[in-house]
């Protein structure tokens, strides 16, 4: 009963308001510790409808509280983004910064969010599916320097934490095993010709073998590109995040860092 009574909440609330609005913030919070939903419900953000999980195990659970998630890095990437683009999602979870693109892009842009884990994909792929253009393409596989097949560590202590690399792992999970591609490989196969505008990648320490696998697309077509730099989980993966920023300075890319320690992403 109270999961339909939240439900029925959750579609005239204008949660898409409370990120700017403390009051309906309040509000909503009461709603949901009051009722203390358990079951999916679709909810709607400024930028996006998402199928939203109270329940610990991902990360939909911190958007019902804020309304919004990463919202410094969203703003900026955000302002990278132009209509008719094409962007590659690596790491695309439960498809926040594909769902932007999507509809920063149109209908005649085109997303393709890369998700290795499993349940965290099948969220994926009903979140693209409530956008009002058909324009993301979700896929199940993961991204590196080789094509082939990687061992993939779900976390159960951080729902955004599934790693290639084991050590990069808080809470141990269950294991499985995914096809990888390099950029190069996929958009050559799947780009239908189009050059590439933007990447964003998060993978758990992974990224310098995204990067590596992605060289002849990046030197053709110089997209922007969002990318995670944490050395630690770098360093576990056997890469040093100081290659990484070579590679660009190499490429005459202009390096940003958004430092870690205001709570934002590094890209």
């Known amino acids: 009963m109270r999961d339909a009574l939240f439900g029925f909440i959750a579609a005239h609330f204008p949660t898409e308001r409370i990120s700017d609005s403390k009051l309906l913030a309040a509000i909503w919070r009461v709603f949901y510790f009051a009722l203390a939903p358990r079951a999916p419900f679709v909810m709607r953000t400024k930028l996006y409808r998402l199928i939203a999980h109270p329940r610990k195990g991902t990360l939909t659970r911190a958007v019902i509280r804020r309304g919004h998630w990463e919202p ?61 253009y058909a324009n993301i393409t979700p896929v199940r596989a993961g991204v590196a320097a080789k094509n082939g097949e990687m061992a993939l560590t779900g976390d159960s202590a951080n729902p955004g934490g599934h790693s290639f690399v084991a050590a990069n792992v808080y809470g141990t999970g269950a294991t499985e095993r995914v096809p990888v591609y390099t950029l190069d490989s996929y958009i050559a196969d799947h780009g239908e010709g189009r050059k590439l505008d933007l990447i964003k990648i998060d993978v758990q320490g992974l990224e310098g073998q995204v990067i590596r696998g992605a060289t002849t697309t990046i030197e053709r077509d110089r997209p922007v590109i969002f990318v995670e730099v944490s050395p630690v989980p770098m360093k576990n993966a056997g890469e040093d995040y100081r290659d990484l920023l070579r590679f660009f300075e190499q490429r005459d890319y202009a390096v940003h860092l958004i430092p870690e320690t205001r709570g934002r992403l590094s890209g």
């Open 72 to 132: 410094e890095e969203t703003e900026a990437f955000i302002r990278c983004l132009k209509p008719v683009a094409f962007v590659v999602d690596v790491g695309a979870n439960f498809g926040h910064y594909a769902m932007v693109a999507g509809s920063a892009v149109g209908p005649d842009g085109r997303v393709i969010g890369f998700e290795p884990h499993g349940a965290t994909f099948t969220l994926l792929s009903e979140n693209c599916a409530l956008q009002p």
